[in-house]
């Protein structure tokens, strides 16, 4: 089994940072991929950013230049960094990672983390 540990999210002013990581553990094999997939109050799940094994980076069109993703393979660790948040970024964040076990894709998600933009 795999545990994603989501941390960092709370309430936040508009115009504050952001700073959310998650820490993957238990069977873990090869990691194609870990991300930050967001959910807004009656919206459905997107994608905010992805970061492959191999560094590559890859983030939703519409919040390209917002949020930047970083990764520690040591520690099997990705965060996510926002500076200026605003309201509209208050939502659910969800931490995603992807292992590829032979020709199969495993796919996790950890529980959330709350995060509220407002004054």
């Known amino acids: 089994q795999v545990q994603l540990v989501e941390s960092g999210g709370g309430l936040v002013q508009p115009g504050g940072s952001l700073r959310l990581s998650c820490v993957a553990s238990?069977?873990?094999?090869?990691?194609?991929?870990m991300a930050w997939y967001r959910q807004a109050s009656g919206n459905q799940r997107e994608l905010v950013a992805v970061?492959?094994?191999?560094?590559?980076?890859n983030y939703a069109d519409s919040l390209k230049g917002r949020f930047t993703i970083s990764r520690d393979n040591a520690k099997n660790t990705v965060s996510l960094q926002r500076n200026s948040l605003k309201p509209e970024d208050t939502a659910v964040y969800y931490c995603?990672?992807?292992?590829?076990?032979?020709?199969?894709?495993?796919?996790?998600w950890g529980q959330g983390t709350q995060v509220t933009v407002s004054s």
């Open positions: 995603y990672l992807r292992q590829a076990v032979g020709r199969a894709r495993i796919v996790d």
């Open positions: 238990g069977k873990i094999s090869s990691i194609e991929a």
């Open positions: 970061i492959t094994g191999g560094g590559d980076t």
